[in-house]
């Protein structure tokens, strides 16, 4: 009676030990099929990309080089009137400084309404002539802006980007149920990892993890033996 419990004990033992494996070699199967089917979709959806919209983009970007072309003279004006406006803030430091120092000398920290109505003549002085700088900064942004190459450049530019975020939603909108499938399956999978995980030893478990994280980086380089 020992001897038949002992061997059915031992039965049932071998059988679960089995029913592990099984289940691992099954798990690993189907988790490098689902990582490998997600890296040819990938792909998948990169070759369409490169395909629908790389053409695009190269358009694109010739008729922000023309764009850029005509600006230039524009801009460079705007510049120079920019650097005009960093001086004229400098010349204005540079006489508070000086009447600041004049009057301290003479007055102290006592203020004095000369001195107030000077502190009021040389920032209105200033501002006066940075808004004028700042207007003629307006006209000639203006200028650009109302060129007729220049708009026209602008306008075939947002009607690519346009076709661009069009042609990107298509192409995702067709490789989504696919990514949808294939996580709903990962999920289901990295749930039952953590399943058999429980019952494997220790040097299996490393084994395990090893296979299954070699998988993640060759994702359709496992060997199916």
């Known amino acids: 009676m020992k001897y038949f419990r002992r061997t059915y004990l031992f039965i049932v033992f071998v059988i679960f030990i089995m029913g592990c494996v099984n289940r691992k070699e099954q798990w690993i199967e189907h988790y490098a099929m689902a990582k490998c089917s997600w890296d040819k979709e990938e792909k998948a959806l990169a070759s369409d990309s490169v395909k629908l919209i790389s053409p695009l983009v190269i358009e694109m970007e010739r008729l922000k080089i023309a764009r850029k072309e005509i600006a230039a003279p524009f801009n460079e004006i705007i510049?120079?009137?920019?650097?005009?406006?960093?001086?004229?803030?400098?010349?204005?430091?540079?006489?508070f400084r000086k009447l600041t120092d004049a009057h301290y000398e003479k007055y102290g920290h006592v203020s004095t309404p000369e001195y107030e109505k000077s502190l009021i003549r040389i920032q209105n002085n200033s501002n006066n002539r940075i808004a004028s700088i700042q207007k003629k900064i307006k006209t000639i942004s203006d200028e650009m802006h109302s060129n007729g190459d220049y708009q026209n450049l602008v306008g075939k530019i947002a009607l690519i980007e346009e076709i661009i975020k069009e042609q990107d939603s298509i192409i995702q909108t067709n490789h989504a149920p696919v990514f949808d499938s294939l996580q709903d399956a990962l999920n289901n999978l990295n749930s039952n990892y953590k399943t058999i995980l429980n019952d494997l030893s220790n040097d299996e478990k490393q084994i395990f993890q090893s296979e299954r994280d070699s998988i993640r980086k060759y994702p359709c380089m496992y060997d199916r033996k």
């Open 79 to 95: 510049k120079d009137l920019e650097n005009q406006i960093k001086d004229e803030q400098k010349k204005y430091k540079k006489e």
